[in-house]
């Protein structure tokens, strides 16, 4: 599976943007995804995960309610809807695939596959 993100760009606090994460190979719906930040001077965090069928999901507290992970199978992708962004979510995202076959990992060291990240700059 090779990934790649996208979508990341300069922002105001409380804007919105929208990150995707698309493979080039591999099929994503035979994985459980995630999406990690890492913060500049910061180890790299979990921000979301979601099923292979897309049912369930899971969020760090940081994000919880701002913050929307999704599948588009079309597109054989996933997304990140941001919204209400704030200058602590700067850093660079990445997303990747679960290594152990279930959504609630959010260790990075159980993922695989990361792309090469998109940076997101929140000003104040």
């Known amino acids: 599976v090779q990934l790649e993100e996208s979508g990341g760009r300069w922002v105001q606090t409380g804007e919105s943007l929208r990150l995707s994460c698309v493979a080039s190979e591999g099929t994503l719906s035979n994985y459980p995804m995630a999406w990690f930040r890492r913060a500049p001077g910061k180890e790299r965090e979990f921000v979301a995960s979601v099923s292979r069928n897309a049912l369930y999901t899971y969020y760090a507290d940081s994000v919880k309610r701002r913050f929307t992970i999704s599948r588009d199978s079309i597109r054989n992708a996933i997304d990140l809807f941001m919204n209400n962004l704030k200058p602590e979510d700067t850093a660079v995202y990445y997303c990747?695939?679960?290594?152990?076959?279930?959504?609630?990992?959010?260790?990075?060291?159980?993922?695989?596959?990361w792309g090469q990240g998109t940076q997101v700059t929140v000003s104040s």
């Open positions: 990747a695939t679960s290594m152990t076959g279930s959504y609630y990992t959010f260790n990075e060291d159980q993922y695989a596959n």
